[in-house]
C-alpha cells in the first residue's frame, strides 16, 4: 500500500534458527511481535509501530527435497537444523514427477513458487499467479480465489510456536478457512507443498488465462493492499460480492485525501501517490458504513491493520 509509518525494532532473520531466536527473545522481553512477509495484506498506520517486526526477506530458499523422505521432509530438515546443517538446497537431480513436493522457507515469493511448479509442470497452485506474497504469508493468510487456495497444497508447516521452539504440523492438525490459516500466534517459517503431476503445456495455459483474468479486473499495477475486505456469507448479501456491493453503493472511483476506491474493482482501495494511512483508513470506514446503511452487510477487513503510535510518542530505538 506503501503508507504508514517506522518500525520499533525490525529484525530480519536469515536462518530459520535465527528467526525462532527472534520472536523468543522479543517475546521474552513483553514486546509484541509482527510478522512481515511481502506486505501485500497489509495496511501500517502513520507513526512508529511498537514492538518488534521480524521480515521474513532474507529467509526466501526453496529447494525440492529428496524424493525418499517423502512428507517427511520438515522433520529430516528440522533433524539436520538441530545438528547445526545447513538445508541442502542442491540436491541431486530428479526426474519430473519424482516427489512432486517443494519446500520453501516462508520469505520465499508466491511468484517464484507459482512459475517453478508451472516450468514444472505441476498442477495445485496456478490460481496463485498474479497473487503478490510470499509463502509464510500465503500460508497464514490462506492466499488463494476462486482457481484455488494455497491449503489446498500444503502437506505440513514449520511453526515457530508460542514457547519459541520450531515444530511441524501436519495439514491434518490446521484447521485452515477462507482467506485464514488459524495459526493464532505461530509463525510460519517453512512449507512443505505437494502437488499433482500435469502436463507443462496444460499448467502453463491454465496459469497464463488465470493471470490474464486476474489483471482484466483487479488495480494490479496499482499500489493497494489487495481486496480490502472478506467477502460476505452470500445468504446475508443476496449473493452479491464485496466489490459488487461496493459498485451498487456508488462508492467506486470515490477519492479521500490520496486514497481512492479502485475505479477497476470495487474491493480494492489504492493509493494514487501521496495517500497516507489515515486517508485510506477513513475510507475504509466510509465503504463499511455505506455499505451497511444501503443493504445491511458489516463488511469485514481482510486486509491487517497495524496500529501505530502518533509519531515521536516513541522514537525508533534501532
Ligand atoms: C494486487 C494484489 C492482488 C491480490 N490478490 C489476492 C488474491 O487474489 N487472493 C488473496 O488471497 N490475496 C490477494 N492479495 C493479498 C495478498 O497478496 C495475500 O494476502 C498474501 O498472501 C499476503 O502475503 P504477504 O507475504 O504479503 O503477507 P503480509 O501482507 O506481509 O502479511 C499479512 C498477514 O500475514 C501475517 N504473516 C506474514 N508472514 C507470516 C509468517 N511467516 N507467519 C505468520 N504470519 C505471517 C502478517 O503478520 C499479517 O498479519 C492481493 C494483494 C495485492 C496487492
Not at 495496511?43 to 530458499?61: H, K, Q
Not at 525418499?68 to 545447513?86: F, I, V
Not at 503445456?201 to 489483471?215: D, G, S
Not at 455499505?291 to 477487513?301: N, S, Y
Amino acid at each position: 500500500m506503501r503508507v504508514g509509518g517506522a518500525a520499533e525494532w525490525l529484525l530480519e532473520p536469515k536462518t530459520l534458527d535465527e528467526l525462532a531466536k527472534a520472536v523468543q527473545a522479543a517475546r521474552e522481553s513483553g514486546m509484541v511481535v509482527r510478522v512481515l512477509g511481502k506486505g501485500a495484506n497489509l495496511i501500517v498506520e502513520d507513526g512508529v509501530v511498537p514492538g518488534v517486526v521480524v521480515a521474513t526477506d532474507r529467509l526466501n530458499l526453496m529447494w525440492r527435497p529428496d524424493s525418499s523422505e517423502g512428507g517427511q521432509a520438515l522433520e529430516s530438515l528440522l533433524d539436520a537444523l538441530r545438528l547445526g546443517q545447513r538445508p541442502d538446497a542442491r540436491l541431486a537431480p530428479q526426474g519430473r514427477e519424482e516427489g512432486l513436493r517443494l519446500l520453501a522457507l516462508c520469505g520465499a515469493t508466491h511468484q517464484r513458487l507459482v512459475s517453478t511448479v508451472m516450468e514444472l509442470g505441476w498442477s495445485g497452485l496456478e490460481g496463485l499467479v498474479g497473487v503478490p506474497g510470499h509463502v509464510g504469508g500465503g500460508v497464514a493468510m490462506n492466499a488463494g480465489g476462486k482457481w484455488g487456495e494455497m491449503w489446498s497444497v500444503v502437506e505440513s508447516i514449520i511453526v515457530v510456536d508460542d514457547d519459541g521452539e520450531l515444530r511441524v504440523l501436519r495439514r491434518e492438525q490446521c484447521e485452515p478457512s477462507y482467506r485464514n490459516g488459524n495459526l493464532g500466534t505461530k509463525v510460519v517459517a517453512a512449507a512443505l507443498l505437494k502437488f499433482r503431476p500435469d502436463e507443462v503445456h496444460a499448467v502453463k495455459q491454465r496459469t497464463r488465462e488465470f493471470l490474464k483474468e486476474k489483471n482484466a479486473v483487479q488495480p494490479v499495477a496499482e499500489w493497494s493492499a489487495g481486496c480490502v475486505f472478506k467477502n460476505p456469507d452470500p445468504a446475508v448479501s443476496c449473493g452479491r460480492t464485496t466489490g459488487r456491493l461496493v459498485d451498487e453503493a456508488g462508492l467506486k472511483g470515490r477519492m479521500l485525501g490520496g486514497a481512492q476506491v479502485s475505479p477497476k474493482h470495487g474491493n480494492f482501495i489504492v493509493n494514487t501517490g501521496a495517500a497516507t494511512a489515515s486517508d485510506v483508513l477513513e475510507l475504509v470506514r466510509i465503504v463499511q458504513e455505506s455499505v451497511f446503511e444501503r443493504f445491511g452487510v458489516q463488511l469485514e477487513m481482510e486486509a491487517k491493520v497495524w496500529r501505530a503510535e502518533v509519531d515521536g510518542a516513541r522514537a525508533p530505538r534501532g
